[in-house]
């Protein structure tokens, strides 16, 4: 029987089989690791025995799409999010900067939060309203424009540039603000802050990513007669013509479906597509042009509670989040101490040794929170993703592909692909939804094409 072939189990390969698979479309998804969830997985810790994230992930209220298939695979509830937008940053020297929205509707909400923000000086509150009023009125920026250009031309001061442009920034975009796309980060600040006043409020993932869509997701396909294979790495793609033909595994077979979604990362699918395609002018030659930008997780085990925040933000810090797991996930009491520190954009820690990597965020946390320096520190796990995320310059957002392709029957999904959105689960889920649509759509447009 004829199929969709999806390559690739993360958050685009597995929305964008839900996505067919609940309108009765049999999916084939093949994924090359023993485990679905590509760059958002959790893997057990050894020594502890717990589940941890490969990076601890946190979702907003604007990502409307992950909405969507987190409530397909029912699993939304798994998701908690704020009241109302809240983020705090610690100051070495013990202080908070605490932004809280008001129940105002947006953009007001944040702008009273400014005015009455915690740890801002009135000067960088008043820097940052002339900012949010330039937000509210503009709907793009040049396409070449960096952040930090843009942060210049808003005559941003230093200050506040590390109490909230950069917390924000950083981790939205994973990339340093030099070489982000200010268009990029633009949009992303208005679907955030000019949406409803839930589009604001972060949410926090109460469990593992396993357990809030891998497993869920394949039972969603399988139970609708699909087919989930692990260990599956595709080798090559095939194509006749205008049209996608076969999958050629590594291990020597072959898969054919009517049609395919590519969801593997840019640098695995130039590896899976016939160099011609790739060369300069080919139908894939945007696959040269894009980066990738690191991201660094350390998993830290205190014999005690150290934080008294959910998660934090630690101010001009090389460590940038930290998220108390303990919490997060509600442990118990005896599993207190539990912490998941992120950097991202980490191209100056991603090199550094896992011995010097620990000291460092041990040392740092300390300088922060004085509880630290009174713990005991019983067990460190780093996380290294080199290739974390795309790397998203204005250049990049110039070249990253549309998910429809010169080839009828081939789409390509993943964060990396163009959805106005930065390298997200909601970016990766958009891509994955418009797929399945595309998908829809030419069978419908098939099925009642006169003969
Ligand atoms: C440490 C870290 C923290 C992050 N934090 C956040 C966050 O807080 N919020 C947020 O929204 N986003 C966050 N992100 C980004 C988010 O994880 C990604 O945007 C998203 O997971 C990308 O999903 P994807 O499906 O596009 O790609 P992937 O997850 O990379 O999925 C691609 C899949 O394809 C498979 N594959 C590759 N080659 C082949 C092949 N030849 N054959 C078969 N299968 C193949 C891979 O194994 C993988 O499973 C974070 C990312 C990292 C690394």
Redesign the pocket.
Same mark, same amino acid.
């Given at each position: 029987m004829k199929n969709t072939m999806i390559?690739?189990?993360?958050?685009?390969?597995?929305?964008a089989g839900v996505a067919l698979a609940s309108q009765g479309v049999k999916v084939t998804v093949? =994924?090359? !690791?023993r485990i679905?969830?590509? !760059? #958002?997985?959790s893997i057990e810790d050894g020594t502890t025995g717990e589940l941890i994230?490969?990076?601890?992930?946190?979702?907003?209220g604007a990502?409307h799409e +992950?909405q969507k298939f987190l409530t397909t695979i029912g699993t939304e509830n798994l998701v908690r999010y704020q009241d109302r937008f809240r983020m705090v940053l610690a100051e070495p020297d013990g202080g908070r900067m605490i932004l809280t929205g008001s129940s105002l509707p947006p953009p007001f909400h944040l702008l009273t939060g400014v005015a009455g923000c915690r740890g801002l000086s009135v000067r960088d509150r008043m820097h940052l309203l002339r900012a949010g009023a330039s937000i509210v009125m503009k709907r793009s920026l040049p396409e070449t424009m960096t952040l930090k250009d843009w942060l210049d031309r808003l005559h941003q001061p230093e200050s506040l540039r590390q109490r909230w442009w950069y917390p924000l920034s950083v981790?939205a975009l994973?990339e340093l603000p030099h070489r982000a796309s200010a268009n990029l980060f633009l949009r992303v600040l208005r679907q955030t802050f000019l949406g409803s006043l839930r589009d604001s409020s972060f949410g926090i993932i109460t469990v593992g990513l396993g357990d809030l869509y891998t497993e869920q997701a394949r039972h969603f396909i399988e139970a609708r007669g699909g087919e989930v294979y692990l260990n #599956?790495?595709?080798?090559r793609l095939a194509f006749s013509g205008r049209r996608f033909e076969a999958v050629v595994l !590594?291990n020597g077979g072959a898969m054919t479906a009517d049609c395919a979604v590519s969801? *593997?990362?840019h640098h695995? &699918?130039r590896? &899976?597509l016939p160099p011609e395609l790739v060369q300069k002018t080919g139908p894939f030659e945007a696959l040269d042009h894009l980066g990738d930008s690191p991201? *660094? %997780?350390i998993h830290l085990w205190f014999d005690r509670p150290v934080l008294d925040e959910e998660f934090i933000g630690l101010i001009d810090s090389p460590i940038q989040w930290v998220f108390d797991k303990s919490r997060l996930w509600k442990k118990d009491e005896t599993q207190a101490g539990a912490l998941a520190c992120?950097t %991202?954009g980490a191209y100056d820690l991603i090199d550094r040794s896992k011995e010097d990597l620990i000291a460092l965020a041990q040392k740092e946390l300390g300088r922060f929170f004085p509880e630290v320096r009174k713990a005991k520190l019983i067990h460190s796990r780093l996380?290294k993703?080199r290739l #974390?995320?795309y790397s998203c310059t204005p250049e990049a957002e110039r070249w990253r592909p549309d998910q429809k392709t010169p080839y009828e029957n081939f789409f390509l999904?993943?964060?990396? +692909?163009r959805t106005g959105l930065p390298? +997200?689960? =909601?970016?990766?889920v958009t %891509?994955?939804h418009r797929c399945a649509e595309l998908i829809l759509k030419s069978r419908s447009e098939r099925s009642f094409r006169p003969t």
């Open positions: 390559i690739g189990g993360g958050f685009a390969g597995l929305s093949i =994924e090359q !690791r679905l969830g590509g !760059r #958002a997985y994230d490969n990076g601890q992930h946190a979702l907003l990502f +992950t981790s994973n #599956a790495p595709a080798d !590594r969801a *593997v990362p695995a &699918l590896k &899976l991201m *660094v %997780s992120i %991202s996380i993703e #974390a995320t999904a993943g964060d990396w +692909t390298a +997200t689960i =909601e970016g990766a %891509s994955g």
